[in-house]
């Protein structure tokens, strides 16, 4: 089994930065592809940003390409997003994720039968 844990979240204004931190924990037999998604009080949950198990391969969502960068380190079983340029739009519950097919979760609204392991979500507040 799993386990992630996500840091970082916080109450920001408009045009600040945040980095996101996602600690992973628990036996794995497989390499995972990780990521990032986000969901707002009545909305479903969005993809944001993903990256290959190799650190190779990363993937992003129109709304936040430019703005945000996903970075990962397999010797800490870590995964971290910076996001810079916030807007109140980007005010959600971010998740992080472990899962297969990663190069998909951004084009599939399918992505939960792709990610085998979620976070429990911290709060990103961005206000005008």
């Known amino acids: 089994q799993v386990q992630l844990v996500e840091s970082g979240g916080g109450l920001v204004q408009a045009g600040d930065s945040l980095r996101l931190s996602c600690a992973a924990s628990?036996?794995?037999?497989?390499?995972?592809?990780m990521g990032w998604f986000r969901q707002a009080p009545g909305n479903k949950r969005d993809f944001v940003s993903g990256?290959?198990?190799?650190?190779?391969?990363?993937y992003y969502a129109d709304s936040v390409t430019g703005r945000f960068t996903i970075t990962r380190d397999n010797a800490k079983k870590t995964v971290d997003l910076q996001m810079n340029s916030l807007k109140p739009e980007d005010t959600a519950i971010y998740y992080c994720a472990a899962g297969e097919l990663g190069e998909y979760w951004a084009t599939t609204r399918q992505f939960d039968r792709l990610v085998h392991y979620w976070g429990q979500g911290t709060q990103v507040t961005v206000s005008s």
């Open positions: 990256i290959s198990w190799s650190g190779n391969n990363t």
């Open positions: 628990g036996r794995t037999f497989i390499s995972y592809a």
